[in-house]
T-cell receptor
Framework: AQSVSQHNHHVILSEAASLELGCNYS??????LFWYVQYPGQHLQLLLK??????LVKGIKGFEAEFIKSKFSFNLRKPSVQWSDTAEYFC???????????FGKGTMLLVSP | DTGVSQDPRHKITKRGQNVTFRCDPI?????LYWYRQTLGQGPEFLTY????????KSRLLSDRFSAERPKGSFSTLEIQRTEQGDSAMYLC???????????FGPGTRLTVL
């Protein structure tokens, strides 16, 4: 069965620090990849997605992610975080031919002002 | 607001009672998904519909759970004879088709006493 691993459960950063959240998946075939974000008190929102093409994808609010097929990874990055980026971040995968998302356990990011 | 809506937002019930949740997807979306999220975990897939047809059910969906989407619009998720282990956030998402991103509602938080 497909699984998604997020390396850190909690990350604490100061404003303006750079961010990289790790995500690895287990399926060896074609996948569609997603990062979702959940701000405090809000519902899950799509941050960015990768289906095909350029492995470096850009999302909302200055976030980007890089798909590295050989490493089964889809790490999320942001060069300079803001206090408003405090949220929980979820990596998710859909295997080719399927329609259901498999999520990682999430990473809680706390940005201190 | 044209996003996914769920009702109720919170439900507290006693063990053994039946509960029903409702999800209204984005109006033009054919796909409707149910997920469950417990503390410290990412959302886990339960079931999904293509229009009114229920196409897939997770092994997590025991026979106490039933979902319907009678007219291909809103959906209901019923849990019979609730157990304390059913306490979770129940999330609904919708998408235009199988490859489209899924957009999530605010969830229904169920507490079984």
């Amino acid at each position: 069965a497909q699984s998604v691993s997020q390396h850190n459960h909690h990350v604490i950063l100061s404003e303006a620090a750079s961010l990289e959240l790790g995500c690895n998946y287990s399926y060896g075939g074609t996948v569609n990849l997603f990062w979702y974000v959940q701000y405090p008190g809000q519902h899950l929102q799509l941050l960015l997605k990768y289906f095909s093409g350029d492995p470096l994808v850009k999302g909302i609010k200055g976030f980007e992610a890089e798909f590295i097929k050989s490493k089964f990874s889809f790490n999320l990055r942001k060069p300079s975080v803001q206090w408003s980026d405090t949220a929980e971040y979820f990596c998710a995968v859909i295997e080719s031919g399927y329609s259901t998302l498999t999520f990682g356990k999430g990473t809680m990011l706390l940005v201190s002002p | 607001d044209t996003g996914v809506s769920q009702d109720p937002r919170h439900k507290i019930t006693k063990r053994g009672q039946n509960v029903t949740f409702r999800c209204d997807p984005i109006s033009e979306h054919n796909r409707l998904y149910w997920y469950r999220q417990t503390l410290g975990q990412g959302p886990e897939f339960l079931t999904y519909f293509q229009n009114e047809a229920q196409l897939e059910k997770s092994r997590l969906l025991s026979d106490r759970f039933s979902a319907e989407r009678p007219k291909g619009s809103f959906s209901t998720l019923e849990i019979q004879r609730t157990e304390q282990g059913d306490s979770a956030m129940y999330l609904c998402a919708s998408g235009a088709n199988g490859l489209a991103p899924q957009y999530f509602g605010p969830g229904t938080r169920l507490t079984v006493l």
